[in-house]
Structures are given as C-alpha cells and as structure tokens.
C-alpha cells in the first residue's frame, strides 16, 4: 500500500505537478474522453496547482482554463490559465464577470474539498456542501453537451448528489481513480451531456424547501 502511494507521489516530483492528485484527473480523462484541445475548462478548487497545470496540456494554447480557490497556488500557469482566489460560495464581481467572458465551459471540474476534522460526518456534510455548490455553477456555465466532474466523500448524501445530476445530465457515472488513496474516502461523479440550463431547475425558478439543498430535486 505504502509503495503505492509512493510511486504516485515521486512520479508528481519527477513531472513536476505540485500533488499526485494529477493522476486522479488523468484516470478520468483516459475513462471519458473530457478533455481536448481548445476546450474551455472551469477547474473549482485549483490549489496547488496540478489539475490546471495538466489541463492546460491538453487544451493547447487555443483551449482556456478558469481556475479557483480559497487559497493561491506557488506554481506558474501557463498563460491558457487564469487562476482567482475565491470562495465558491461568495463568488466575487471579477470572478463572474471571468465566468461570462470564458464560459460557457466545456468541462466543469471541482476536485474541491473541505479542511477536515476528522469528524466523518461532519467531514462528508461539507464535502455534499461543495459539490452541490460546484452543480450549481457547473448548471449556470456549462454548455450543452458539456462534462462535469465532481469530487465527494463517501457517505449517505452520494445518492442524492447522483440523483440531483440525473436531471441535468444525459448520464451520471461513479468513479474511483486506482491513483486515489484506497483509504480516501472521496469518490469522483461524472455528469456526461449536460442537458442544458434549463430555468425552471434553477433555485431562483423553484425555491428549496426548508433543509432542501439548492442542487437538489424538489420532491
Ligand atoms: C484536493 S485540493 C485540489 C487539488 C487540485 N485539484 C490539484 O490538482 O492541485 C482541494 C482544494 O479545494 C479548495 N477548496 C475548498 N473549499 C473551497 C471553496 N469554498 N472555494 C474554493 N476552493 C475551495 C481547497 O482550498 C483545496 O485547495
């Protein structure tokens, strides 16, 4: 197990991604095909910096990534990424504003996860918080047709999460990356075809009921 996590973690150093999380990102697009050259990618939750950094390869330096976090990475971007700092949940003018004039996106990734506490429950409600928050931006910015992937920890919000995406997407797959810790609890979910912003499953067109998650369905 041990030389496992070794070997992604030296194959980060010796490519120079700042995190082995690289790998997790190229899984997924060896699986689904997300990635290609041109494409506008909107990557949540950036920071250090190994996502963007790989994605940015793949677009080429006709493809555009928008990238965010909380925090700011110590890497270079390439000029294809144009990194923010921000929150998701209290997204700035200028953030917006970025969202407009790179979006709509082809591919919406949020590899975002909260600070954890070593409380499971507590750890898996925040990580049901982001990723609905990601299915919210991904909802307002993706083009139709477009792909998204999705970050969460384990625990008994998953089903919901899936179930929200089946409305907005043409199909709705689990993955877990063999270059995930096989002791992390996250899993990743990909909404493949987005079906399109359609108003009325908005927030704003449909109020949650009370305790009801923005993202999901009424029922
Ligand atoms: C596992 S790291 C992402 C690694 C990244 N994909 C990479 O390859 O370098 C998770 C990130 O989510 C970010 N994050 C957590 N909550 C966030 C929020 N509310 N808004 C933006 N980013 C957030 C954290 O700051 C952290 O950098």
């Given amino acids: 197990m041990k030389e496992y996590r070794d070997h992604y ?6 490519e120079n ?19 290609f050259s041109g494409a506008h ?10 996502w963007s950094l790989w994605a940015a390869k793949k677009v080429g330096k006709k493809g555009r990534i928008l990238a965010a ?28 504003e970025q969202l407009k004039n790179l979006g709509p996106f082809d591919v ?10 070593g409380t499971r429950f507590t750890d898996q409600a925040r ?22 992937v999705v970050k969460i920890f384990m625990g008994p919000d998953v089903p919901k999460l899936q179930t929200a995406m089946r409305t907005d997407f043409g199909q709705v797959k689990t993955f877990k990356p063999k ?10 979910l990909i909404g493949l075809s987005f079906l399109g912003s359609d108003i ?13 998650k923005p993202c999901e369905p009424e029922l």
């Fill in 9 to 14: 973690f030296l194959k980060a150093k010796q």
């Fill in 17 to 35: 991604y700042p995190a082995r999380s690289v790998y997790k990102l190229q899984e997924i697009d060896a699986k689904f095909h997300l990635l």
């Fill in 41 to 50: 990618v909107l990557d949540l939750g950036a920071c250090p910096g190994s």
């Fill in 69 to 96: 976090d909380l925090h700011t990475p110590t890497v270079d971007f390439p000029p294809e990424v144009l990194f923010l700092k921000e929150d998701v949940f209290a997204i700035s003018p200028a953030f917006a």
């Fill in 108 to 117: 919406v990734l949020s590899d975002m996860a909260p600070k954890t506490t």
């Fill in 127 to 148: 990580s049901y918080d982001l990723a609905c928050e990601a299915l919210q931006v991904a909802r307002e910015h993706l083009k139709p047709q477009g792909n998204f």
């Fill in 179 to 188: 270059s995930s810790r096989s002791e992390s609890k996250e899993t990743f």
């Fill in 200 to 212: 009325s499953r908005l927030p704003e067109a449909s109020p949650s009921a009370p305790g009801q």
